[in-house]
């Protein structure tokens, strides 16, 4: 992820010196006519000649915990992403090989960078560290992020484990494939590269030998395969540092993994960082960057020759590589010329990404490329200028993802300088002609046939003056002459008459949970607090005082809990805080009263509470809104988080929107006392949230100071709520199993019955036993090394993997499931300690949910009442057994009965 080293010019000139003479370029071409020239370019918008893969012209993100590009406000590097509507974004994996180990992520900041990227609109490239000991190149660096690698379980191998380096590789990479193919995540498509320049000492791990990396991709593989994850992994490698055909030890370790891996890679991966060396027979100018066939050949796949995509594309071929197999180019940008002046980091800049995009978007092998590097001001390489303003590479990211549809157009051009990338989506037709000659313009008829209906283009430019974020009407049709000027990248976007119409936004919630004005405590107000304790005064809540430092504070409105589950709710609330210096207050959703404060300091008096639905925190340190999840942090970082300006002693207002049908919490600040100021802040989350709020649902507020204190004051607060959650029908019993309808024996594999309730007819099926799931993480069951078992029944319940005896054991699970969606309600228990969880997984609105459920205490008998769990019909409900390796009798339960009731 470090400026690869330059490739060594005496080693490959020898190499190169046979066809520099071929690609030479001559001396008119470099001496190009002052004068117009005259072109015509066509577009069949009929023809599509691809889909574009989401992972084309995404970036890389920094490494280290400190590169958390969602906190940035200047530059605003989150917004940016989702203004290019960047696609895919390379980040590092855990653990994470860096130049300081201490400042490495951690696993959860590894969630909070997966669950950043996804509310960005991005998905997520994981790189997997592959440092090994004892090797060649093995340093201290290598040992810490060896001693880091976790087995299937998510543990750290045990000092003096004989696995070896491959294995734990391997199952780190499965463990964190399988966490993020589970809820809250859900990302059941994951890309992956295997290390990172593998052949550089000076930047990440360097294999002794090919072999070495073989053997490690080869065992991920494999490992993947075992678990039956391999079909949820877009497996790359090998991430070499430099673009084929330069020779040396990159194009031996190119050679060596396309022979032994062919039939396990699923994109071909390199890097490719653009240059003109001092021994290749042009002068060093953007003219020769942008035209000279011996560099269009990094991307240019119909481009013959000894290096680049081409000559990849044949070594492929040659060596029987699928055509299935795609190819990627996971770093890319360019270095500053030597000697001045620097025209590459100009508009050639620009023009080169785009130039590269078109050969990428033309190249049906083409599948990823990542530019290097996005989330940075400060480096010849960045995304942004030493002044913190967008530049070339930020630009040409933008017109791929902001102006180029969803589907490629063929398209021609009578003059190779005018380079055409045609493309459509539902809603537009967009034309780009990009002109790489340096002193030539192009007056040029341009003509698109079988389009589709479309009124006047709006033209957007890219040049050395003109960014492409703001276009130009006009008043062209399908066929109109333009005059291209050199250097400059356009683009005409055609409007779509017959787009679909776009969804309407439903109105905010109507019914009138809790209005208050805090001139009085609202009936059943509970505090709980540390230090300083919440006193409501002067029509204001006041949560948090600048002394005594170190408090925290829960204000937690019981009196008012959900009088039934809802899906859609919204909350208002003004707010004011003064001398913010840290930390900052939480408003949040419980399932039921925490009855407690939570942690001091950056937790917010929020993480450590218990019943956390999902949080709106608003904080000072840094400055930002963040949208939490039910899983929170010592410093609550929020999954989704938008930075804000200083807001000390202003009056400043939120809206805050739970949508269940969707799975998202919004957070919107705005400057005033109502929603019609200036907004601050807008962000969504989209991970992790319930798909209704159960009835018994209670709102507050928590906060927290440090060493450095503030006063915060609560101004106001309305909740609305609305739902289209299904109403429950009349209850009934899933019981006596031996009996019709169920006539369930020991032994069986399944077993089913048909009911009427209310008239309704279904089938609830039981389903999948398996025994040996990993529940060592109560909330994230690893199911993937599970063995296939059965049901046992007795005449008091059922159980799974023991014949004639209802014992369902830790790390035991089975499957339920319905022809139409229900609510499961309650789960009647036999041998019960106390002591004993239940993981619950279930499908509603399509969202993947999950609860993990504690058996109380009180009898070996004990009935379960459950809340909130909707299940979509045809879609499992999977139950798990995750009591701790304490619990009696490793956690033996057995089913007695189950309520539900059909959802109506």
Sequence with gaps: MNNPKPPHTTARRTLLRSFVSVFALSSAALTASLTAQTATVTVDASSVIRDVPAGLMGSNTGTTKGAKFWQSLSPAYRADVMTARMGMVRITAYPEDTSNPAN?????????????VINAGGTPLFIQAINNIGRTYSDSRDAIVHAAYMDLTGSPYPAG????TATRIATNMAYLVNRYKSPPFNLTQQVWEVGNEPDLENVNYRVQDTAEYIEDFQAIHNQLTTLGLRANVTLCGPVVSWDYGFGGYRDTIMNDFLTACASQVDIVTRHTYANIYSWESTTDTAYALLNASFETAHFNSAQSGSRGEGKLLATMAAKGVPLTVGTGVTEMNLFQNPGGPNYRHTITQGLWFLLSDHYSLYNPRSRLTTGFKFDTYNDQLAYYKPDKSRSYPYWATYVHGALT?????????????LVVTASKDDSFLYVQVLNRHNTNSYTTSVSVTNAPPVTAPTLYTLSASATPDTGVSTAYGTSFSHTFAPMTASVFRFPRTDAPVPPVTPAAPSAVHLDTGFDTAPAGLQIYSVGFTPVIASSRLQLTSTTPAYSQAAVILNGQPLPAAVNRAQARFGFKVMHPNAEGFVFGAYSASPGAVGNAGQALGYQGQANRLWGVKVDNNPDQIGVVAGVADDLVEGWATQPIAAYSGLDMYAVIDYEGAEGTVRARVYQGTNDTGALWADVTNRVGNPASLPAGTVFGFTGATSNYTQTTYIESLRITTASTVATPGTPFMLQTWTAAPWSAVSGTTAFSGAFSPDGIPVTIAFSAPKTGVNVTVPTAPVFTGAAASFFGIEGTGFGVGNTGL??????????????????????????????????IQWTRNGVAQQSVISIPSGGAIRNVVLSGIEVDANTPVVITNVSSTTANLTGRLRVISIKSALLN
């Design 104 to 116: 490495s992520i951690t696993l959860a900041d590894l969630d909070n960078r997966v669950a950043q």
């Design 161 to 164: 484990s004989t696995a070896t």
């Design 405 to 417: 549809g969803d589907q490629i157009l063929a398209r021609t051009s009578s003059d190779t300088h």
């Design 806 to 839: 209802g014992r369902f054991d830790r790390g035991e699970c089975f499957t339920l499931q319905a022809t139409h969606a229900f609510a499961l309600q309650e789960i009647n228990w036999h041998e019960c300690n106390g002591d004993e969880q239940v993981n």
